[in-house]
């Protein structure tokens, strides 16, 4: 199985030297990438990708604003055929009512994407596992009200710091679960981040508990050398 890493994880050395941070990706071990603001600067970023070897196994945008055209142009520019909505608001999970809503809405923007042979997918953070709704989580409420051919990308992180046993969580969310944010850490809100195996996620539970799911090293902030954690984490990960 390919792995990959979020573009987010290195935001501020792309901006430094995009061509040179992507070759450092590819020799700490990642064969694809998954970029976030997908819409901007798609031929450029795919060039930069073609010269270190790399590929795009989705990416991230936001498919309910006035980008979701763009990144449906930018996809199969960048090489994918899966885009994931990467952030939606805590009030967007309060109720089952504003739930519904969200799920209403996702389902309109996965016709959309289809319509150009795309698939949508939702990636959690913490607050739509740490909100309950009549005892269940928020997420797992969504992912009743999601159309089939919306995909899930769950966050193992955010998932446990929103205090679910992730590796069961996965296994009720199910085959819908077709990739995941792997990271590590203290599973604290403001904590920072650690190399993969080095925090307190289940991560080898987790991954078991959905083999089929591509794995995307992220780390939102790092409490070290970020580039050393990727390595790290790919080498824990093969």
């Not at 901006?15 to 970029?35: H, N």
């Not at 930069?48 to 945008?61: F, M, Q, R, W, Y």
């Not at 939702?122 to 997420?139: K, P």
Request: proline share 5%.
């Amino acid at each position: 199985m390919t792995l990959a890493v979020q573009l987010f994880t290195v935001r501020d050395r792309l901006i430094e030297d995009r061509p040179g941070t992507l070759r450092a990706l590819a020799d700490a071990g990642y064969d694809a990438v998954e970029p976030f603001r997908a819409h901007l600067d798609p031929h450029a970023l795919r060039a930069d990708l073609d010269a270190a070897g790399l590929t795009v196994c989705s990416a991230h945008a936001d498919l309910l604003g006035a980008d979701a055209d763009a990144a449906f142009a930018a996809a199969p520019v960048l090489g994918t055929d899966t885009l994931i909505q990467a952030y939606l608001p805590p009030d967007r999970f309060a109720a089952r009512e504003t739930v519904a809503d969200t799920a209403k809405q996702l389902n309109a923007a996965a016709i959309r994407a289809a319509g150009t042979g795309l698939r949508l997918g939702y990636h959690n953070h913490h607050w739509e596992v740490g909100t309950l709704i009549d005892g269940t989580t928020a997420l797992e409420v969504l992912a009743d009200l999601l159309s089939p051919e919306v995909l899930l990308e769950v966050d193992l992180y955010w998932a446990a710091t929103g205090g679910a046993d992730v590796p069961a969580l996965l296994g009720r969310l199910g085959e819908r679960v077709q990739f995941l944010h792997v990271k590590d850490g203290p599973a604290t809100v403001e904590g920072p981040m650690t190399a993969v195996g080095e925090g307190v996620v289940p991560i080898a539970a987790s991954l078991a508990a959905a083999p089929g799911a591509q794995r995307i090293v992220e780390l939102d902030r790092c409490a070290g050398d970020v580039l050393e954690a990727l390595v790290t984490s790919a080498a824990a990960l093969r």
